[in-house]
Nanobody, 121 residues
Framework: QVQLRESGGGSVQAGGSLRLSCAAS????MAWFRQSSEKEREGVAG????????NYADSVKGRFTISYDNAKKTLDLQMNSLKPEDTAMYYC??????????????????WGQGTQVTVSS
């Protein structure tokens, strides 16, 4: 059974940092998504761990960094310069297909339960 478990969420003030981790075995396509009460689930950052290629939503470029730690077997998301609009439930996801990121949520068949991130102004 494929399991993904997120951790690291919490509450911070604007400008602060958080690091999310997702315990998951490496897959060819992995990503972080987020969903708030006002928006549909959206892709935040994706990585193809076997090639190292990454993708980021325009709203987080230069502030967030996605990585996969082979030793710890975790998918990580370093979030810096956080803004109130980053407030959301964050989910990790993975799949074995190619180009998963290009298909948004439809590209991923395995999901974690989410971890809440709240950024106050």
């Amino acid at each position: 059974q494929v399991q993904l478990r997120e951790s690291g969420g919490g509450s911070v003030q604007a400008g602060g940092s958080l690091r999310l981790s997702c315990a998951a075995s490496r897959s060819s396509c992995m990503a972080w998504f987020r969903q708030s009460s006002e928006k549909e689930r959206e892709g935040v950052a994706g990585i193809y761990p076997f090639t190292g290629d990454t993708n980021y939503a325009d709203s987080v470029k230069g502030r967030f960094t996605i990585s996969y730690d082979n030793a710890k077997k975790t998918l990580d998301l370093q979030m810096n310069s956080l803004k109130p609009e980053d407030t959301a439930m964050y989910y990790c996801a993975k799949d074995s297909g190619a180009d998963c990121w290009d298909y948004g949520t439809r590209g991923f068949g395995f999901w974690g339960q989410g971890t809440q991130v709240t950024v106050s102004s």
